[in-house]
């Protein structure tokens, strides 16, 4: 990719910074735990997503395609971070298929898409369950278009995400991280070193399928050891949380000074924090905290009134 086309996606912090956290919980542990924070990577494509798009982006480069189109929910992440990558490179236009009825789920979230240039069309649920259908998604095929799955999880995603590892100036016992679509616990079980073990902590309910598509994106990872996805801390579902759990993390968040929201970073947080109380986390763990951005969905969750 040449200079001039990487310039607009030129990160404004990368490495990302590695910020040490302070506790009781973890003193009484003898933990040390550190944040990468992948949301201080970009101002509007921060943490996975930055990393996941990365190659996308020199891939539809490298084939010629001029036209990104991707799947996302009324506030996603990944919608926004697409449209904003995209929609700073000229020429290269975006769509966002998007779940839901145009009337409803107007918001910030899309209006800043729709800013960076992205075409909208919603569908209804039952026609967005069929997102990886290839003869429903053959009516969006065409020779100039490079179609990127929800969350940017694809085999691009691995190498992008792999090149945290080497950003970390010591080896962990423990990288943390939250999980959904898989594409970013994909890439990081490629990255690491052998000795050094993984949890990720699945923010919707009935995660179990997230470990089958690890190993579809990265095939490795079937018999990579290290690595193991908690399935209990998703507090009621993706995208729900408790009052109780977004108090704890408001607390966490003023008492250390990491900026966290409830649906992925927080919520894996106190994920880890539970796992830890558990006596689940080996005494004297070095730990790495993957702040995988999400911030800007804070404000989605205001406009609901769930804030």
Request: aromatic residues 8%.
């Amino acid at each position: 990719m040449s200079s001039q086309a990487e310039a607009p996606l030129a990160p404004s912090q990368l490495p990302s910074p590695l910020h040490p956290i302070h506790h009781p919980l973890l003193d009484a542990h003898g933990v040390k735990l550190w944040c990468k924070r992948d949301d201080l990577i970009h101002p509007t494509i921060s943490g996975n997503k930055w990393r996941k798009l990365k190659y996308h982006l020199q891939q539809a480069q490298a084939l010629g395609k001029t036209h990104l189109l991707s799947f996302g929910g009324a506030y996603s992440n990944h919608i926004h971070a697409l449209a904003a990558a995209a929609g700073l490179r000229s020429g290269l236009r975006t769509t966002g298929i998007i779940r839901g009825e145009a009337g409803i789920v107007s918001n910030s979230t899309l209006s800043a898409a729709k800013g960076w240039g992205m075409e909208l069309i919603f569908v209804d649920r039952q026609s967005y369950r069929r997102r990886q259908d290839p003869d429903w998604l053959a009516q969006f095929a065409a020779p100039d278009t490079l179609i990127v799955p929800e969350g940017g999880s694809s085999p691009l995603a691995i190498p992008g995400v792999a090149e945290l590892v080497a950003e970390v100036p010591f080896s962990p016992d423990l990288w943390v991280l939250p999980c959904a679509s898989g594409g970013t616990l994909a890439g990081l079980i490629a990255g690491k070193r052998e000795q050094e073990q993984i949890l990720a902590v699945a923010v919707l309910k009935g995660g179990a399928f997230i470990q089958d598509e690890v190993c579809r994106l990265h095939p490795a990872a079937a018999t990579t050891p290290g690595w193991r996805i908690a399935l209990d801390h998703h507090d009621g579902g993706y995208a729900k949380f408790s009052q109780a759990m977004w108090q704890w993390v408001q607390a966490f968040s003023t008492e250390t000074g990491l900026p966290l929201e409830p649906i992925y970073s927080g919520k894996a947080m106190w994920g880890l924090f539970r796992e830890l109380a558990a006596g689940r986390i080996p005494r004297g763990s070095e730990i790495v905290f993957i702040h995988t951005g999400g911030l800007q969905g804070l404000a989605g969750l205001r406009e609901q009134g769930r804030l």
